[in-house]
């Protein structure tokens, strides 16, 4: 999570009654997942209406607040976790029937793993609530806190139900059927000229997730693009990202893994699949005209993300084999690198905030049946070590 929320309210009386009226417990009580529980108003709440909580914040100083203001709550239990950055485990692995984010899931960076993970966690017939500030209803200077209505539709795509209730002001969501869309590669418009080059940078985070970008054209796209000029593939590469990321790599970590060669709407395109094994800076979203928001993904879930630029499927395919299935629709040939070899897998060590990661914690959630074929291949890709 990226920051403390500062003034947090607390839970009101409409959003009480739309927990009550949408997500009751079961008979014979029920499990609840509160994530950034603060000082545990809300799991308190849930605990009172039977379910058992694991409530959990990355602060520690609010779990130790909460453990001091809520002493006689005997049906929670307090973790002090980091959702998207810490080891899973002590989570229940028999799942949830509510899981409930309130006014916390605009800090997350890595929104859509996020709720990946958190949805293979429900139990059958259970529900994710997010209880959320809109841009509408926030004044300008605290935009950060808040969805807007493209963001909130991106946040409701991949459901079979999705409610939105007014909570008092603020958007309450009902989010039941998790249906993670099988991953599809789609093309742009189509384009001019009479051939096309272009680099797409492979680049991960410390736990071995990969950086995608989520398009304005509704699809997950590689951080990459044209050459220019007489700039070779690897600095094209490298150009493209710091342009749309704003993250930074020196030419050196920059490494062709393949080529990949196919056409888009009959004009013949040739695609360097670029490795970038060290980087550092702030992720960012610069070009904010042709993408939504930048986030770092699963290996196991890239089965699953929806709409995938075609070149990104074939590229993400080149370097983990089997890890889209979109793939299957658009087979491209593949050509020797020009520069020197590489191995796709183990890219070199460096010491900047992008080295290659040790082998962490298993993935968060409890993948269906493909995705655990893909966890059992790609150890080690779920979550970052925890933070000592």
């Known amino acids: 999570m990226l920051r403390r929320r500062k003034g947090f309210p607390s839970t009101g009386d409409v959003e009480r009654a739309l927990l009550v009226e949408h997500v009751p417990a079961p008979d014979g009580g029920g499990r609840a997942l509160d994530v950034g529980c603060v000082t545990g108003e809300l799991a308190a709440y849930l605990a009172s209406l039977g379910y058992s909580v694991d409530a959990c914040d990355f602060a520690d100083s609010a779990i130790d607040r909460a453990r001091k203001e809520r002493p006689g709550t005997a049906d929670v239990r307090w973790l002090q976790l980091d959702i998207e950055r810490d080891d899973p485990v002590e989570l229940n692995g028999d799942g949830y029937d509510v899981i409930t984010l309130r006014l916390m899931y605009p800090f997350l960076r890595d929104r859509s793993r996020v709720l990946h993970a958190l949805g293979e966690r429900l139990r059958p017939g259970g529900a994710l609530v997010v209880i959320t500030p809109t841009a509408e209803q926030t004044p300008e200077q605290q935009r950060d806190i808040a969805l807007d209505e493209g963001e909130i539709r991106l946040l409701t795509a991949c459901w079979g139900q999705a409610e939105r209730l007014d909570a008092d002001g603020l958007a309450g969501l009902v989010l039941r059927g998790p ?209 000592s």
């Open 179 to 387: 249906c993670h869309a099988d991953t599809t590669a789609v093309e742009k418009r189509p384009p001019t000229g009479h051939a096309l080059t272009g680099a797409l940078a492979v680049v991960t985070d410390p736990a071995g997730r990969v950086l995608l970008g989520r398009s304005t054209r509704g699809m997950w796209e590689l951080p990459g693009g044209k050459t220019s000029g007489s700039e070779d593939f690897a600095a094209a590469a490298v150009r493209e990202l710091a342009e749309e990321t704003g993250l930074t790599a020196a030419p050196d970590d920059a490494y062709v893994v393949t080529m990949l060669v196919d056409d888009s709407h009959g004009v013949p395109r040739l695609t360097a699949v670029v490795r970038v094994v060290a980087w550092s800076g702030t992720l960012t979203n610069r070009e904010q005209r042709l993408f939504e928001r930048w986030e770092f993904h699963d290996l196991h879930a890239l089965a699953c993300v929806g709409p995938v630029f075609t070149p990104a499927a074939q590229a993400l395919d080149a370097i983990w084999p089997g890890s889209s299935r979109a793939c299957r629709r658009s087979t491209p040939t593949r050509s020797p690198s020009s520069r020197r070899p590489y191995p796709a897998n183990r890219p070199k060590p460096s010491g900047s905030a992008g080295r290659w990661p040790r082998r962490s914690s298993p993935a968060a959630g409890l993948p269906p049946r493909r995705c655990r074929m893909r966890c059992a291949r790609y150890p080690g890709t779920g979550t970052r070590p925890r933070r």
